[in-house]
């Protein structure tokens, strides 16, 4: 069975950043595109970036230059790195595996 496990989120000031973790069972990261959304009170869920089976990505306008996602393959683990926090980064960030499993997501706030 499949589990996706969200961690690494929290408060952090404008300017600040945060580094979350999505350690992936029973399946391996490698295989499959993995990508990280987030969800903000009232809205849509919405695409932040995305990493390929071939190791390519892909990010939301919102996010490029300030966010990188990485995969470390031994781990199993994808990775947000998200720098230069502003205001409307945040939300719930959910890592989904193939378009077909979530994770519970990691609340982050960005909030002075």
């Known amino acids: 069975q499949v589990q996706l496990v969200e961690s690494g989120g929290g408060l952090v000031q404008p300017g600040g950043s945060l580094r979350l973790s999505c350690l992936a069972s029973?399946?391996?990261?490698?295989?499959?595109?993995m990508t990280w959304y987030r969800q903000a009170p009232g809205q849509k869920r919405e695409l932040v970036a995305r990493?390929?089976?071939?190791?390519?990505?892909n990010y939301s306008d919102s996010v490029k230059g300030r966010f990188t996602i990485s995969r470390d393959n031994a781990k199993n683990t994808v990775y947000l790195q998200m720098n230069s926090l502003k205001l409307e980064d945040t939300a719930v960030y959910y890592c989904n595996l193939a378009g077909v499993k979530w994770g519970q997501g990691t609340q982050v706030t960005v909030s002075s």
């Open positions: 990493i390929t089976s071939g190791g390519s990505t």
């Open positions: 029973g399946s391996r990261v490698s295989l499959y595109a």
